[in-house]
């Protein structure tokens, strides 16, 4: 027997309508009698297209067209479904309801668990093996609105660590990912932008305030530097994530109003070395010199990117459900830190870190360590004087040193 699932909104709409019958369309998994019918066409589909018919109260007169399905809709939780073999005879099908929008976050036959996030907005630069994680994570949880940005497309070379799957190559990962987005919460608003965010400076100021939190997951300080002039302009908190070297560790920074910027953790260099930046050219994630560019990758690189993703993903809960009652309110006098310091292999610039079986209070591989920055009073990005520059409406106020420089926890 074919399982049909159709969805309680299309449902509902349908019902309210004046149309007793409307011509949809069906998605099949051939092989696997799974079939997904809609009122009207879907973008990016896949599987077997086939023509489905709703009709209310029962079915229409024959003729009946060869594998195509019906659909009687009998009431708001009632329906039936047919298939039409070969021999122009009926097959019943079995029905599955997907959700409406007001069961969406039942714990017994939603999708979501909890609506907490379902009018947050968060906004994510960068769509590579970070940034695609982030927003699926994130939909997951919940997040009713998405603003995407990313210029770029699927390619071959980076699919390995990607969310993306062959099926997606040469498209916009903007597209690909909202795709996904809505595939994990239907209700989800997502708006597109395959864009180079320092070209458009007029939308990114517009939609950094519009954010409830920035995400940065870009592979260049150009346009993370730019970024941190938006988030002090209208006072936002953002989260900075990125691997290092071959993805032998990596760092997440936190950026909230008063506190440290950008610019205070990597200093005034590399504001000046900002277009210098090797951008992603190969096999490997961002952060990159030429050389590594041309080294040999390590088994397991996705796995590496995996736990820095989730920490990104973890402090963008708590900042987004702060003050509510998520069930995750122990978090906000937990994860406190500005900087988070986190290595996968004692190699490099780890390699003076005690070994994992021998670590006892010392930093070590595979532990998250956190840290406090000092805000710098010469940063060109927030301090007094460069304020100024970002217009007269900044409250400049919060903004003074409250940090005692880096000190790596240890647990000493």
């Not at 309508?17 to 990016?44: F, K, M, R």
């Not at 930046?277 to 995996?306: C, F, H, K």
Request: a negative charge; one cysteine or more; glycine letters at 6%.
């Amino acid at each position: 027997m074919k399982c049909i699932y159709i969805d309680k909104d299309e449902v509902l709409a349908f019902l309210n309508s004046e149309d007793c019958h409307i011509e949809g369309q069906s998605y099949e998994w051939e092989g696997e009698n799974v079939v997904h019918i809609h009122t009207a066409a879907l973008p990016h589909a896949f599987g077997r297209v086939v023509a489905a018919h709703w009709h209310k109260s029962s079915l229409p007169s024959e003729p009946y067209a060869p594998e195509h399905y019906y659909v009687v809709i009998l009431s708001d939780n009632e329906a039936k479904a047919y298939y039409v073999n070969e021999e122009l005879q009926l097959e019943e099908c079995e029905v599955n309801f997907i959700p409406s929008r007001e069961e969406m976050y039942s714990r017994a036959k939603g999708i979501l668990e909890v609506d907490i996030l379902s009018n947050k907005r968060v906004m994510i630069i960068g769509l590579g093996s970070f940034g695609s994680q982030i927003a699926i994570e994130l939909a997951k949880a919940g997040v009713g609105e998405f603003a995407l940005f990313d210029f770029d497309r699927v390619e071959l070379h980076n699919l390995a660590r990607h969310t993306c799957t062959i099926k997606d190559l040469g498209r916009l990962k903007t597209d690909a990912i909202k795709d996904a987005v809505i595939g994990k919460n239907k209700l989800a608003k997502v708006d597109l932008f395959p864009i180079n965010i320092t070209d458009q400076k007029a939308l990114m100021d517009e939609q950094v305030a519009k954010a409830d939190l920035i995400i940065c997951a870009t592979d260049n300080n150009a346009s993370r530097f730019y970024l941190t002039q938006c988030l002090l302009k209208y006072n936002k908190v953002a989260l900075f994530g990125r691997a290092v070297t071959r993805a032998e560790g990596g760092d997440v920074f936190r950026h909230r109003p008063g506190g440290p910027c950008y610019n205070c953790l990597v200093g005034s260099r590399a504001h000046a070395m900002a277009t210098e930046e090797i951008t992603n050219r190969s096999q490997l994630p961002a952060y990159v010199s030429e050389e590594d560019a041309n080294a040999m990758i390590q088994v397991g690189l996705s796995s590496d990117i995996e736990p820095i993703c989730n920490l990104i993903v973890k402090l963008a809960l708590v900042e987004l459900s702060r003050g509510k009652n998520s069930g995750i309110e122990s978090l906000e006098t937990e994860l406190t830190y500005d900087y988070y310091m986190w290595a996968n292999r004692r190699e490099r610039r780890h390699a003076v870190w005690a070994p994992f079986n021998e670590a006892k209070n010392k930093p070590t591989i595979l532990k998250w360590y956190g840290a406090r920055i000092a805000k710098d009073d010469n940063c060109p990005s927030c301090s007094a004087n460069a304020l100024l520059d970002l217009g007269e409406d900044l409250n400049t106020d919060s903004l003074t040193p409250n940090y005692e420089g880096i000190v790596l926890e240890t647990g000493e």
